[in-house]
Nanobody
């Protein structure tokens, strides 16, 4: 079964940068938006950024101006450039997408840990 595979997490000091990447392990068809979510310890998973296959982007208010999402439609890969990182950005970051027509499927990655030290 096709899965999303994230990479690029790690430990960084506040003010630093990380670039997350996500790629499917096989072919995925009929998708539109690709998203990044994150989950901090003891908190619910939240949407961080989203990009449609037309390039329209949306961001959580907390990351606007610091994070940039991009994608390669030919490869169905998505990236998240994170700058000016803050300790509150710490969490597990998940890649997500879903098909827009039958058969409907939702894809999640296994998550990559991002830790920002103060």
């Amino acid at each position: 079964q096709v899965q999303l595979v994230e990479s690029g997490g790690g430990l960084v000091q506040a003010g630093g940068s990380l670039n997350l990447s996500c790629a499917p392990s096989g072919s995925i068809f009929r998708i539109n938006a690709m998203d990044w979510y994150r989950q901090a310890p003891g908190k619910q998973r939240e949407l961080v950024a989203s990009i449609t296959n037309g390039g329209r982007t949306t961001y959580a208010d907390s990351v606007q101006g610091r994070f940039t999402i991009s994608r390669d439609n030919a490869k169905n890969t998505v990236h998240l450039q994170m700058n000016s990182l803050k300790p509150e950005d710490t969490g597990v970051y998940y890649c997500h997408t879903e098909t827009t027509s039958w058969p409907y499927r939702t894809y999640w990655g296994q998550g990559t840990q991002v830790t920002v030290s103060s």
